[in-house]
C-alpha cells in the first residue's frame, strides 16, 4: 500500500486557475510596491519617486540633468554592390 498523501478528489481547473490568480495578483501588487512609480509634476510622465525624471530632467522642480534625447534612425546607406 502507498504511503502518500493521494488527494481523493480531482482538483477542477477553475480551482487551479482561481489559485494562480490570487498568485499573480499578489505578485503584481509586491512588484509595484517595491517599484513605487509615481508622476513627474514638470512633465507628468511616470517615473520612479525619489529619482530624477528621465523625460525632462528635473527634480523638484530644478534641472538636473539633461532630458534624454530620442535616438532619431540613421538613414541606412545602401550598399555598392
Ligand atoms: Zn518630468
Given at each position: ?74 538613414p ?6
Amino acid at each position: 500500500m502507498s504511503k502518500k498523501p493521494v488527494p481523493s478528489k480531482k482538483q477542477a481547473p477553475s480551482s487551479t486557475g482561481s489559485r494562480h490568480g490570487a498568485y499573480v495578483r499578489t505578485a503584481r501588487k509586491k512588484l509595484a510596491n517595491k517599484l513605487a512609480l509615481s508622476k513627474c509634476p514638470d512633465c507628468g510622465a511616470t517615473k520612479l519617486a525619489h529619482f530624477v525624471c528621465e523625460e525632462c530632467g528635473k527634480y523638484n522642480g530644478k534641472q538636473v540633468i539633461e532630458p534624454r534625447k530620442f535616438k532619431t534612425a540613421e538613414p541606412v546607406q545602401e550598399i555598392a554592390a
